[in-house]
């Protein structure tokens, strides 16, 4: 059975992609989770991971590193990652390399942090580009292929690329525009979504580094982790 190897489901945006997208596909694994230390992670996963990051899947003794690599290794191996149709199938390919490459102003000043909530203290030139963009992505793909989903009727490895900015909607109340707040709200239901946010929520851990790193771009306003 495949393992992946993910770090706190509070914090950790990268290891919730393969992670939601195995799950809402059904793709059966066993989850080896091993919270953030203090300061540098590298020599805590490097027994597991040749980045010493997270993501990784084990698949008997092969390691697959970086979601992105990730996700093709498993759609070589199972239906549905992406869409069956040529046209949706590029796109959703698009959106997600774009994800995995742009979006730094976004990633940097809106971590992911499911529990809690925060008021931005601003939002400079190149924050509102990037929500405009995603907002352009997610209306385009919306309009374009019908819905529910990103890239059509089914949720593929687009949605579950675009699964860590839906958690940043809710934690920093990003509004994309259009019918964005609508589908922020059908992930959110997913149960995929929700297996993910109720053990962020339960989790004992705090990370120094990722608490400071969020309150230096805004203010607590709610935290709904076990205290
Ligand atoms: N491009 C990689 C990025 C992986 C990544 O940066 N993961 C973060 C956790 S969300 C990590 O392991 N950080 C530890 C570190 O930077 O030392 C991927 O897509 O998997």
Request: hydrophobic share 45%; glycine share 8%.
């Amino acid at each position: 059975m495949y393992e992946l190897l993910i770090a706190n489901k509070n914090y950790s945006s990268w290891s919730l992609r393969p992670w939601v997208l195995m799950t809402a596909l059904g793709i059966p694994f066993r989850e080896r989770q091993i919270p953030f230390p203090a300061g540098s992670s590298y020599a805590t996963f490097r027994p597991f991971s040749p980045t010493g990051r997270v993501p990784c899947l084990s698949d008997g003794g092969l390691a697959v590193w970086d979601s992105l690599a990730i996700v093709e290794y498993l759609a070589e191996r199972h239906p549905g990652v992406w869409p069956a149709d040529a046209e949706a199938r590029a796109f959703a390919r698009c959106i997600a390399a774009e994800m995995h490459s742009g979006f730094t102003t976004l990633r940097d000043m809106c971590g992911m942090s499911c529990g809690i909530r925060v008021r931005l203290h601003e939002r400079p030139a190149a924050l509102e580009a990037d929500i405009a963009r995603i907002g352009e992505i997610w209306n385009g793909g919306l309009t374009r292929f019908g819905g529910p989903f990103l890239a059509g009727a089914t949720f593929t490895a687009a949605d579950a690329f675009f699964a860590p900015v839906v958690f940043r909607a809710q934690t920093y109340g990003l509004d994309f525009g259009g019918a964005s707040s609508v589908y922020v709200e059908r992930m959110l239901a997913l149960p995929a979504m929700r297996a993910w946010y109720k053990a962020a929520l339960a989790e004992p851990w705090r990370e120094a580094g990722h608490e400071a790193e969020t309150l230096s771009f805004g203010v607590l306003t709610a935290d709904f982790r076990r205290q």
